[in-house]
Nanobody, 117 residues
Framework: QVQLVESGGGLVQAGGSLRLSCAASGNIFSVNSMGWYREAPGKQREMVATIMSGGSTRYVDSVKGRFTISRDNAKNTVHLQMNSLKPEDTAVYYC???????????WGQGTQVTVSS
């Protein structure tokens, strides 16, 4: 099992910044991909950003140029720096990890991000 614990959500005004962090523990061997998803009220959960163990990243188009994902393999943490936040970024953000060998998804409990206009 892999446990993921998020931190860093909150309330911010439009144009502001937040930094989310996710600490992974447990059997993290061969967890290849980590990242962030979000779920807004009435919408499906969507991928925001992912980072592979080798460092390659992927972003949803709506956050490119504003969000940056980073990973500290030594500390088993992943961060999401969110700048120039918009009200439409308001959602519950979930940390995600994926183990390729067993096709297993792991999820954190979620952290609320609210951007006021």
């Amino acid at each position: 099992q892999v446990q993921l614990v998020e931190s860093g959500g909150g309330l911010v005004q439009a144009g502001g910044s937040l930094r989310l962090s996710c600490a992974a523990s447990g059997n993290i061997f061969s967890v290849n991909s980590m990242g962030w998803y979000r779920e807004a009220p009435g919408k499906q959960r969507e991928m925001v950003a992912t980072i592979m163990s080798g460092g390659s990243t992927r972003y949803v188009d709506s956050v490119k140029g504003r969000f940056t994902i980073s990973r500290d393999n030594a500390k088993n943490t992943v961060h999401l720096q969110m700048n120039s936040l918009k009200p439409e970024d308001t959602a519950v953000y979930y940390c995600h990890a994926f183990r390729t060998a067993t096709y297993t998804d792991y999820w954190g409990q979620g952290t609320q991000v609210t951007v006021s206009s």
